[in-house]
């Protein structure tokens, strides 16, 4: 039995489908009882070597060292996240952006912002989302599905990486997907239909060859998103906060309540986009509601 290396593409009753460099078609693999037993994980994106036999499936042995972890959805090595949005229909959420971003940051992984369906966007949308992400280092694609505006941009943003699309639901993630390249998406339906379900109940992350990288068809999310998470986790989120903490009396300092802040300051003379210092508050409020409820339990 020859020991291979390659990336688990998804993980479906039981299997793991892993895929290996010069190969076509992923391998089938399972994990060892010994592994389970030590609480062991894999996630889409995983790297693992395994051992096969001649019908080409496999018993996964070992999962190589993660470059970085995304708990929702679950996936590992992610080189983009692209939290995608709409311009309208759903209107466009600063809250959710920046929650969406807040954890591609926490977990490490460069995000990106799509703004979708920019061919129905309402005036000044646009340059508003840009006026309050591009100073802090995100850059934003308006694309349009319909129309195909902007998706060579994008898609040369994606070539060659492993991306995943984050995002709420209706806001143009397959459509988007399937404008960068059609045989992204015909493949997701092929699966679909293959293990009986709708794309839009895929409960597992799965990953979809496209162009020498990979593009993720993730699950969608519910309200869960911030759960587990600590204030000291939603501040360390907002990267453009740092640099004005110099100016706060207490240390540490949670930009609220405390007097003499930098923080506060920076948002008064619009250095820090208000939007953003009202998600953070908002963030810290649902995180001390979420806390609650499981003090109750
Ligand atoms: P998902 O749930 O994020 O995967 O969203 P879908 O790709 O299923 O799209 C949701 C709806 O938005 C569908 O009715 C699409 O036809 C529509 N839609 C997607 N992209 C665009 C766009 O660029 N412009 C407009 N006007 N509608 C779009
Ligand atoms: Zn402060």
Redesign the pocket.
């Known amino acids: 039995m020859a020991e291979l290396q390659g990336r688990v593409l998804k993980n479906y009753n039981g299997y793991y489908y892993v895929q290996v460099d010069g190969h076509t078609e992923p391998f089938t693999c399972k994990v060892k009882g010994k592994m389970k037993q030590n609480r062991f994980s894999l996630a889409t994106g995983d790297m693992v070597t395994f051992e096969a036999n001649e019908k080409g499936e496999g018993m996964i042995k070992k999962v190589l060292a993660r470059k970085n972890f995304l708990l929702r959805p679950t996936m590992a090595n992610l080189d983009l996240f692209v939290a995608t949005f709409a311009c309208a229909a759903p209107d466009f959420s600063f809250l959710l952006a920046d929650k969406l971003l807040a954890l591609a940051e926490l977990a490490k992984i460069p995000a990106i912002l799509v703004l979708?369906?920019v061919?129905?966007a309402p005036a000044g949308l646009v340059e508003q989302v840009r006026s309050v992400y591009e100073p802090i280092g995100y850059e934003v694609f308006t694309v349009?599905?319909?129309t195909g505006s902007g998706v060579d941009a994008l898609r040369a943003r994606l070539r060659g990486r492993i991306c995943a699309f984050g995002?709420p639901?209706?806001?143009?993630?397959?459509?988007t997907i399937n404008a960068i390249d059609s045989s992204v998406e015909l493949r997701t339906g092929a699966v679909s239909e293959k293990i009986g379900r709708g794309k839009?109940t895929t409960r597992f992350a799965q990953l979809l060859p496209f162009d020498e990288g990979y593009i993720a068809d993730t699950p969608g999310f519910g309200n869960l998103l911030l759960e587990g998470l600590e204030p000291q986790q939603a501040l360390a989120s907002f990267r453009e906060f740092a640099v004005y903490e110099d100016g706060c009396r207490f240390c540490p300092c949670t930009h609220t309540h405390e007097p003499v802040c930098g923080v506060k300051e920076a948002v008064a003379a619009g250095q820090i986009a208000a939007s953003r210092y009202e998600s953070y508050l908002a963030m810290l409020e649902e995180i001390r509601l979420i806390k609650e409820k499981e003090g109750r339990k």
Do not use: E, L, Q, W
Not at 169 to 175: C, F, I, M, N
């Open positions: 979708n369906k061919d129905t349009s599905a319909k995002g639901s209706g806001v143009g993630k397959s459509s839009h």
